[in-house]
């Protein structure tokens, strides 16, 4: 079964709001990685986070890591139009250094409307 | 522009052709990966080189062969594939093997087989 369960499924909110996504993973992580995909495209790296942090900030994007739950949170505030897209969680395994995989979620879709 | 060049954009090809997705990346990356992104799926880790050695291949069926001549790009060679076989596929870079640094996408290759 997958490692990271992104919830929910889709979101819709108008411009200026925030989102919330949020991730669920089964084992123990390295670290948990974040991944925006517009339509059709490839994935862009957004931000990471190491198994021992909490949170982690990046211009309007916010990271929380609870590793008591295996749980992660995506919070985009003041969003914009040009948000909407497909949001990824990716989950590394701890000892695994060669060359080894990120396991990514279903992901969420993301609609910004104008 | 990300760094990480695939082609072709799109490819449409019959069961029994032979073709090759190219992947080329001018980062300095140690490792690369193939992934394949299917309609309602997360994403699959396919092949992934380190150093240009494979060090992962997820139970992929032979009909997909890679090829890794140097650490800059990666090909994946494709042979008497089948319709589920459609989807994106991604090629991505990263750093270092490691998993404490992000992965790079490229813009990925549309497949269609019919």
């Known amino acids: 079964s997958q490692q990271g369960e992104e919830d929910p499924q889709a979101l819709s909110i108008q411009e200026g709001e925030n989102a919330t996504m949020n991730c669920s993973y089964k084992?123990?992580?390295?670290?948990l990685q974040w991944y925006r995909q517009n339509s059709g495209r490839g994935l862009v790296h957004l931000i990471l986070?190491?198994?021992?942090?909490r949170e982690k900030h990046s211009g309007r994007l916010r990271v929380t890591l609870d590793t008591s739950k295996k749980s992660s949170s995506l919070l985009i505030t003041a969003s914009r139009a040009a948000d909407t897209a497909s949001y990824f969680c990716?989950?590394?395994?701890?000892?695994?250094?060669?060359?080894?995989?990120?396991?990514f979620g279903e992901g969420t879709q993301l609609t910004v409307n104008p | 522009e990300t760094g990480v060049t695939q082609t072709p954009r799109h490819l449409v090809m019959g069961m029994t052709n032979k073709k090759s997705l190219k992947c080329e990346q001018h980062?300095?990356?140690?490792?690369m990966y193939w992934y394949k992104q299917s309609a309602k799926k997360p994403l699959e880790l396919m092949f992934v080189?380190?150093?240009?050695?494979?060090?992962e291949n997820n139970s992929v069926p032979s009909r997909f062969s890679p090829e890794c001549p140097n650490s800059s790009h990666l090909f994946l060679h494709l042979h008497t594939l089948q319709p589920e076989d459609s989807a994106l596929y991604l090629c991505?870079?990263?750093?270092?093997?490691?998993?404490?640094?992000?992965?790079?996408f490229g813009s990925g290759t549309r497949l269609t087989v019919v």
């Open positions: 991505a870079s990263s750093q270092e093997p490691g998993l404490v640094s992000g992965y790079t």
């Open positions: 084992t123990s992580i390295n670290n």
């Open positions: 986070i190491r198994s021992n942090e």
């Open positions: 990716a989950t590394a395994m701890p000892g695994e250094t060669s060359g080894s995989r990120l396991t």
């Open positions: 980062l300095g990356h140690n490792a």
């Open positions: 080189y380190n150093f240009k050695e494979q060090t």
